[in-house]
């Protein structure tokens, strides 16, 4: 990547990050107490939902720039294109580089799967606004599919010392979890979060790319 491209990508992802989660950092508060095994009234409600709002919007614009830039720059110098049978390697490659999550590993492959389509099936490349379609599709997506390892995240975080989960073990969380609420269980809040996730990814990639576009 030319460092032009760079800049672009790293201002472009910042301003992404600090609008999507001045957006919705409610949303993500009420699920999270959604998934609470306290239950959703004893874990809060909707008291105190913007608390914490500030720290959260500093700190997502150098995530959020990090990202960008690093998924960017491995995406360049692996093999892609709508073409190449290897793109959606290369896209969770370059997604896993930037943000170390399964979440990732499934978005961007299908944002940038839609995309080559949709460019396909009209000719030319996706404005932002299309480009903000697909991200709101394949963050949907991959929320509902991610949504048991995020129970199992939040219950760990919100698990008493001493407890079972306070040890850390995705798996055996998953497992209790399983055992006492079933599959009901384990995708606690899945609407709230794919419905954020959802409009979280029209918000962040639809952003991102019209602000990348500008710039360039």
């Given at each position: 990547?030319?460092?032009?491209?760079?800049?672009?990508?790293l201002?472009?992802?910042?301003?992404?990050?600090v609008?999507?989660?001045?957006?919705l950092?409610p949303?993500?508060?009420?699920?999270?107490?959604?998934?609470?095994?306290?239950?959703?009234r004893?874990?809060?409600?909707?008291r105190?939902i913007?608390a914490?709002?500030?720290?959260?919007?500093?700190g997502?614009f150098?995530n959020a720039?990090?990202f960008?830039?690093?998924?960017e720059?491995v995406?360049?110098?692996?093999?892609?294109?709508?073409s190449?049978?290897?793109?959606?390697?290369?896209?969770?490659?370059a997604?896993?580089?930037?943000?170390?999550?399964?979440?990732?590993?499934?978005q961007?492959?299908l944002w940038?799967s839609?995309?080559?389509?949709?460019?396909?099936?009209?000719?030319?490349v996706?404005?932002?606004?299309q480009?903000a379609?697909?991200?709101?599709?394949?963050?949907?997506?991959?929320?509902?599919?991610t949504?048991?390892?995020?129970?199992a995240?939040?219950?760990?975080?919100?698990a008493?010392a001493?407890?079972?989960?306070?040890?850390?073990n995705?798996?055996?969380?998953?497992g209790?979890?399983w055992?006492?609420?079933?599959l009901?269980?384990?995708?606690?809040g899945?609407?709230?979060?794919m419905?954020a996730i959802?409009?979280?990814g029209?918000?962040?990639?639809?952003?991102y790319?019209?602000i990348?576009?500008?710039?360039l």
């Open positions: 990547m030319e460092p032009r491209e760079s800049w672009a990508a201002a472009a992802g910042g301003v992404a990050g609008c999507v989660d001045l957006i950092f949303l993500d508060t009420v699920k999270t107490r959604l998934q609470s095994p306290q239950g959703f004893k874990a809060g409600g909707f105190g913007y914490g709002v500030p720290s959260t919007a500093i997502s150098p720039a990090a960008f830039i690093t998924y720059n995406k360049s110098l692996l093999p892609h294109g709508s190449s049978y290897l793109s959606p390697a290369t896209h969770m490659v997604a896993s580089l930037g943000e170390v999550i399964p979440f990732s590993l499934v961007f492959p940038e839609l995309k080559d389509l949709w460019s396909w099936k009209q000719g030319h996706v404005d932002s606004w480009s379609v697909c991200g709101a599709f394949a963050g949907g997506f991959a929320a509902a599919v949504t048991p390892l995020d129970v995240k939040t219950r760990i975080m919100l008493k001493g407890s079972s989960n306070a040890r850390g995705v798996l055996a969380a998953l209790g979890i055992r006492t609420e079933g009901s269980g384990l995708f606690a899945v609407v709230p979060r419905a959802s409009l979280g029209f918000i962040f990639l639809g952003t790319e019209k990348r576009q500008l710039l």
